[in-house]
């Protein structure tokens, strides 16, 4: 399935470095100088979850393997991209491909490292970019109504649909309002999310703090988390230029000196979890001898669909899933123990995945 997320931001204000950080590589160059990137990088990052280590140790699995899901770091935009300038429309390209946008603020001093405006402002900066994602929003919408009018006349039931959708899009992006503001039906979710409106998509702000303040932030951090609880949106602080050093460390060497800064966890380890939790994501095991393995679904996701992520062919011809809670599981101390307490359940077709279900499907082949 994969679910992507992208980093989205001013040029050089520290996305190739968080990009690196992340996917422990130095896959994307990173490096003083604005519009350093210009293709996208894209990767793929294990998502922590201490829960899949636990079982595991339960089974005593042979191999662990952890969920993923894919970063994009995405060149840098500036003010006119929506025209042009910079880069522009290429970029925004790349930004409609993603399911969700880290938006990668500077909130770090360092007189060497150059930004674009001249000045270090994380608050004016997402508004700088807000607003080209806007106009590009309205650009595009504007250009796709005028697409559909003939449809529309003539009746069709999909293109009358999109028009009231466009139209309720385009009323808020007038007010220089980004378009995940607006209510959607459930009838709607659909059609809505194929319009790939760049200001739909959700998004979590990322304050790139000075190594110094990677624990408790700072000033501008705190500024950019009023603007975000104002807005209803998540925030993480993190200081992409330490965890890209400690993403090079070995395990023990790590934890040593995320405790020296006064770290509880990685910083990126935060950072996915937020992304994971604002795509709407959520994790269900497959535990045995073999492996213990996390997989991701949608939240609301059924039995048979979450069977599809593994194969197929588990989907197509599904019987039922042998399911057992996760603090069950726990408590019972594997499949056996909850077999014999009588916490194995069997569920059907309409039974709806929680978050952290260990699950054993049967099916016809
Ligand atoms: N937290 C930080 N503190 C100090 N310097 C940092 C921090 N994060 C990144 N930098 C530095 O900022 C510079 C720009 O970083 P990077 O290349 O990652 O930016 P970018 O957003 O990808 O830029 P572009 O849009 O041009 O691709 C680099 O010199 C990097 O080392
Ligand atoms: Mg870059």
């Not at 796709?144 to 808020?172: F, P, Y």
């Amino acid at each position: 399935m994969g679910f992507r997320m992208g980093i989205v931001g001013l040029p050089n204000v520290g996305k190739s470095t968080l990009f690196n950080a992340l996917t422990r590589t130095a896959a994307a160059q990173a490096a003083n100088f604005p519009f350093c990137t210009i293709e996208p990088n894209v990767g793929d990052v294990a998502v922590p979850d201490p829960r899949l280590d636990t079982l595991a140790a339960i089974a005593k699995s042979k191999q662990v393997i952890p969920t993923r899901m894919t970063f994009v770091d995405i060149a840098g935009l500036v003010k006119g991209a929506s025209k042009g300038e910079g880069l522009g429309n290429q970029f925004l390209a790349n930004i409609r491909e993603v399911d969700a946008i880290a938006h990668v603020l500077r909130c770090f001093e360092d007189p060497d490292v150059t930004h674009v405006d001249g000045r270090v402002d994380p608050v004016a900066d997402a508004e700088t970019i807000e607003t080209e994602l806007i106009i590009a929003d309205m650009e595009s919408l504007e250009k796709r109504l005028q697409n559909i009018v003939r449809k529309v006349r003539g009746g069709d039931k999909e293109a009358v649909q999109q028009e009231r959708l466009m139209k309720a899009a385009l009323a808020v992006l007038e007010e220089g309002k980004p378009a995940r503001v607006v209510e959607v039906a459930d009838e709607d979710r659909k059609a809505w999310r194929m319009m790939q409106l760049l200001t739909a998509k959700p998004v979590l702000y990322v304050c790139n703090v000075d190594e110094a303040d990677a624990a408790e932030g700072n000033a501008l951090s705190a500024k950019v988390g009023e603007m975000a609880a104002s807005q209803g949106n998540a925030h993480v602080v993190i200081s992409a230029k330490i965890e890209e050093e400690i993403s090079q460390l070995a395990p023990d060497e790590a934890a040593e000196f995320l405790t020296e800064l006064g770290l509880s966890e990685a910083g990126l380890d935060r950072l996915i979890k937020a992304g994971y939790e604002l795509l709407g994501l959520q994790t269900y095991f497959t535990v045995g001898p073999k492996e213990a393995r996390a997989w991701t679904i949608r939240k609301g996701t059924l039995a048979p669909a979450a069977a599809g992520v593994i194969h197929g062919d588990f989907e197509r011809g599904f019987i039922r899933a042998e399911t057992i809670a996760y603090d069950d599981y726990l408590a019972c101390k594997g499949e056996a123990g909850a077999r014999d307490a009588g916490k194995l359940r069997a569920e059907g077709k309409t039974y709806e995945v929680k978050d952290g279900d260990v699950l054993h499907f049967l099916f016809n082949t």
